[in-house]
């Protein structure tokens, strides 16, 4: 157990959310799981939940002018919360980083706002405000926000009908609190077990290995019984459910009587049951399955496109193209050098597009490159060549995870391309990897890092190019593949 006082924070409904455990490896872990914890660098933590530096720009300029007073700070959460009260109080309109603690809960919010209406505080009470660096709300903030609010009604005795989001492009999100009290009262019902000393039920997700540090962890648990949790997009609902009706190893799933389990519980439904069987079956006989034939055209030109972004600054600092057609390829990339020329790469894009003929398609892999398009139209503007290109946009992984069941955990470009046998040349393997050398490079001026990511971009646009042949070449019809696979030695692909 650990020796000092275990408090339930904020940041235990954000971990829990990314990685159910998450929250209890940092409390309970053994040395074996503690040698298996990813380093984490500087810039990655203070990437998680938003960094100090953007909370500290918002509200410089969004509250110019207004009285905030930052409330004082000696770590010792009691006492921290004592000053913070202190300030409520005497009705301070806003407090930065103040401190709410009552019993075994701790949080500090970004900011408490003051807001007219009666408390145990007078003729006033307080409300939360989360500073995040995001363009739209998550589960995490709106549950935080409950916490804060929580811990509000503990302290002045008003329970704050409403807390709020500041986002990236300065939005104000207004969470109505009232609505998230069963699902707070489940994850808290969680939380409080995990504190207790209780291990969540295995669960493998990519946020484990690319938010969390304990990845490595969760796949020894789940491997190690051979659990369910290894089946690719079967949510935490579904496992439990599968668990409680007797299938809880990867060999229950690949046997199990669909037509018989179809309705038993909430979400249990027969074509998402066919889906996990199928991918049990991938993973415990290594087979590559065609569920559905893919049939995808193949235009005069097509241009596979990856965008990278600066989190931390909210900036997209490069766009790069793989342009293949007439039995040539090349690589476009698109670089912003410099935080301010985000404006000067978006507008050389939206030139380039407009030259190209009507006949193209552009393949990207998930939601990212249309989620930043629409960012940056809003902040630049647009053009109609850009509604064309928007047209002519086709999600590789939509095709791939409806199409396709390959022995692998999780369907991210990387896994994918990856098991087809693609390979990345450079230093930089990772998106969050590429903020940290990016982060680096702007400090420092050096061209070899921004030319490593570069090198990383290239690399994931002829990764898309790779899955896209691949796709053309084997998974035309109706079939499974067993080792050896057929592509094992290369296999001939489209522009070269």
Known sequence: MPAYKDYLTASDYYRFLQCPHWPYYERFHTAEELKL??????????????????????????FKGEKILEAPRVKDPEKDCQATLDLMKQGV??????????????????????????????????????????HSLE???????MFYATLLESLQGKFPPYGYILAKDRTEFAVELGNLVSDFE????????????????????????????????????????????QLFNVDVKKLRALRELGIRTVDDAAEMDIVDLDGRAPGLRLHGLEVAKLQAQSLKNQQVIIREPVIISQPALEIHFDIESDPPNDVDYL????????????????????????KVMWQSFLDWIATLPQDYQVVHY????????????????????????????????????????????????????????????????????SVDVFEEY????????????????????????????WCREYARQLTAYDKPYPWAKGFKRSYE
């Open 37 to 62: 914890k990813r380093p984490q660098t500087e810039a990655e933590i203070n990437r998680q939940e938003d960094g100090l530096l953007f909370e500290k720009q918002v509200v410089t300029e969004l």
């Open 93 to 134: 309109p806003l407090i930065y980083q103040g401190t709410l603690t009552h019993e075994d809960w701790t949080g500090r919010p970004d900011l408490l706002r003051k807001v007219e209406g009666q408390s145990d505080l007078g003729d006033w009470y307080y409300e939360p405000v989360d500073i995040k660096s995001s």
């Open 139 to 145: 589960k995490y903030h709106r549950l935080q926000l």
């Open 186 to 229: 489940d994850l808290t019902k969680e939380l409080d077990r995990i504190r207790a000393g209780e291990r969540p039920d295995p669960v493998l997700r990519k946020s484990c290995f690319d938010t969390g540090p304990w990845g490595a962890a969760c796949e020894r648990l789940a491997k190690s019984t051979n659990d369910i949790a």
């Open 319 to 342: 766009y790069g193209f793989l342009v293949r057609g007439e039995g040539k390829s090349y690589y476009k990339p698109f670089v912003a050098k410099r935080l301010e020329d985000e």
């Open 366 to 433: 998930a939601s990212y490159e249309k989620t930043r398009l629409a960012v940056l139209e809003n902040r630049y503007g647009g053009s109609p060549a850009l509604e064309l290109f928007r047209e002519r946009m086709v999600d590789l992984k939509q095709i791939v995870t409806s199409s396709l069941v390959i022995p692998e955990y999780f369907y991210g470009l990387k896994y994918v391309a990856k098991f087809l046998g693609h390979h990345w040349r450079g230093e930089v393997t990772g998106g969050g990897q």
């Open 442 to 469: 702007l400090a420092t001026g050096n061209q070899k890092l921004l030319d490593e990511i570069i090198l990383y971009n290239e690399d994931d646009v002829r990764a898309t190019a790779w899955v896209m042949d």
